[in-house]
């Protein structure tokens, strides 16, 4: 699905994050087990990939797994780690053939080997892609991200290869996750929560929140495209007042 709007450059967001929430009480809609409910989620994770390559979004970054999911009964957090390598080993190739560049954001050293092999070789297969670059958050906290900048920071700092003085937000800003792309510029969650739940807390300081009921497996191009609108009509102030943003038009 293309588009309208895709011509228009200003009116499409760069970079695109989403917490990808309702799998489970999709499934237990259906009376089914829970694992049902995210192996439907990789349909619409699938589609949504697919809608921002066409659409030439730079960048898409999704919430596979946070920090906090770990607390989810064993059988779940297996049953992820479980899809996780099913979907990177399934998916990595296509995507590799779209041109798309996958990287993943977050703590990997608590996955199994066998999991930390799968991210490795994606992101080893897919790095001088030049097309959508699809970070997947796993094992990610938007406070862990914020810490784990200041410990390379202070490291920086410890080596005299930085000083104090010269940090400021640009400094700090290229220590945290996703440095190499723009901040995202929407921000969509779907499951009917409006929260941000510890995703880019950094990241995602002005950007456009938008939130539906829909659960995520039914995520739908249609879906897709009605946010893409929504971004459109909105005005970006970054702290002006509206009248500046007109005239500077
Ligand atoms: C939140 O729904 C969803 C997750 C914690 C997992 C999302 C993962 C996928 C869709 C798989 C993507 C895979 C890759 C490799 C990118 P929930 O379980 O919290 O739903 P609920 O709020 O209805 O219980």
């Not at 990808?20 to 237990?28: I, K, L, P, Q, V």
């Not at 192996?39 to 797994?65: D, M, S």
Request: aromatic content about 10%; hydrophobic content about 40%; proline content about 2%.
């Amino acid at each position: 699905m293309n588009i309208d709007i895709e011509n228009n450059d200003k009116l499409l967001p760069r970079h695109i994050a989403v917490v990808m929430d309702g799998n489970g009480r999709w499934a237990n809609k259906r009376h089914l087990p829970r694992a049902a409910g995210h192996k439907a989620g990789v349909n619409a994770t699938r589609k949504i990939v697919e809608n921002c390559a066409k659409n030439k979004i730079q960048a898409l970054t999704i919430f596979a797994f946070s920090s906090e999911n770990w607390n989810r009964p064993e059988t779940e957090v297996s049953n992820l780690m479980a899809l996780f390598i099913t979907t990177i080993s399934g998916e990595v190739k296509k995507l590799h053939k779209k041109n798309v560049r996958v990287e993943f954001i977050g703590d990997r050293s608590r996955f199994s080997e066998k999991l930390q092999n799968s991210i490795n070789e994606s992101e080893a297969l897919t790095v001088n892609n030049t097309g959508l670059h699809l970070n997947i958050a796993a094992n990610y906290g938007g406070r862990w991200d914020v810490v784990n900048a200041c410990k390379l920071l202070m490291t920086e700092i410890q080596n005299n290869n930085r000083t104090i003085e010269e940090i400021d937000e640009g400094v700090f800003d290229s220590f945290v996750s996703l440095n190499d792309v723009p901040a995202p510029d929407l921000f969509i969650r779907t499951g009917g929560e409006q929260r941000i739940s510890n995703f880019l807390i950094w990241q995602l300081a002005y950007t456009e929140l938008y939130f539906i009921d829909t659960l995520w497996p039914d995520f739908s191009d249609e879906h897709f495209a009605a946010a893409l609108s929504w971004f459109a009509g909105r005005q970006r102030r970054f702290g002006k007042t509206g009248k500046q943003v007109v005239e500077e038009k």
